[in-house]
């Protein structure tokens, strides 16, 4: 057995009784393991063994009420732009690669052939049960990925603008958005730039009392100019704070390995001294080690 960690049996129930069937099962030293439904996500380092970890959650799931259909696999990418792909380990190859899950009832399609996560960031679970406690009226989600934070922000009554710069995962946001009957009036959907859109909405008056600022640690925009977190954080929050209201709360997120929640929270004091923030804990099933740094901005 490796030095794995796996969620307890009531954990997986009690998610199951939450409406929820989307959540890590396992973290281990170049690994972990999820469950998106009937599905079971292994991803790890090349050099990890995919037959020994198949073997824990086989090992896990003989102990469960739940046993997946099939099992995918995918390899961990060290630079941007590798293949990491999943392939079936086993189940059938005939069953469509998307598929339905639940998290606190809502509704998200998940596709196993989409790369580097299937739709779905199980971590920020509960930033969006925070984000459904705030109430907020006016939501931007910005790198807004399949629109799991507008969905949350929509289904309390949020109007709601996803930005992200692919067209294909817009397409999969309105498709939550139908899968949870949530009409797409005041609700919209821009396949643009992320910056060069906050400077527009700036320019329009625009403003909002939640805010989602979650960037890539690395990526390419529109105009083929490259955007570094460590290099470019700083302005982006700018531009991000100029879209604030009064009250207004900011999640800060990032999976950039260097950064840890102390040092978004030292960029932030820069622009906004007076600034207080809120650190929602990591869900149960990471074990106190979410694969992101969060932290909430209340300006």
Request: net charge negative; hydrophobic share 40%; glycine share 6%.
């Amino acid at each position: 057995m490796s030095a794995a960690c796996w969620i307890e049996q009531n954990l997986a129930a009690a998610f199951e009784l939450e409406s929820t069937t989307a959540f890590r099962l396992a973290t281990g030293p170049g690994f972990w393991v999820e469950r998106y439904g009937l599905t079971a996500l292994i991803s790890h380092r090349p050099e990890i063994p995919s037959t020994q970890i198949l073997a824990e959650l086989l090992a896990w799931t003989a102990q469960s009420t739940w046993s997946p259909s099939r099992i995918f696999c995918r390899q961990l990418v060290r630079s941007p732009g590798e293949k990491d792909t999943p392939v079936l380990l086993e189940g059938d190859p005939s069953t469509p690669t998307r598929e339905v899950v639940m998290e606190n009832g809502l509704l998200f399609e998940v596709d196993f052939q989409s790369g580097y996560n299937p739709g779905l960031f199980c971590d920020q679970r509960a930033n969006r049960v925070y984000l459904r406690e705030l109430h907020p009226k006016r939501v931007l989600n910005t790198f807004a990925h399949t629109g799991a934070f507008s969905v949350t922000a929509a289904s309390v009554g949020a109007e709601t603008i996803s930005v992200d710069i692919s067209k294909s995962f817009l397409q999969r946001a309105r498709r939550n958005f139908e899968l949870n009957a949530l009409p797409l009036e005041n609700h919209r959907f821009v396949a643009e730039d992320v910056p060069t859109y906050l400077r527009r909405l700036a320019k329009r008056g625009e403003a909002f009392d939640a805010i989602i600022l979650d960037p890539p640690t690395f990526g390419r925009g529109g105009t083929g100019k490259t955007f570094r977190i460590e290099r470019d954080f700083p302005d982006l929050l700018a531009e991000t704070l100029n879209l604030a209201r009064p009250g207004a709360a900011i999640l800060l997120s990032t999976n950039f390995s260097e950064w840890h929640a102390d040092d978004l929270a030292t960029e932030a004091l820069r622009l906004a001294p007076a600034a207080s923030f809120q650190k929602i804990p990591a869900p149960p099933d990471f074990f106190g080690n979410p694969p992101s740094a969060t932290l909430w901005l209340h300006v």
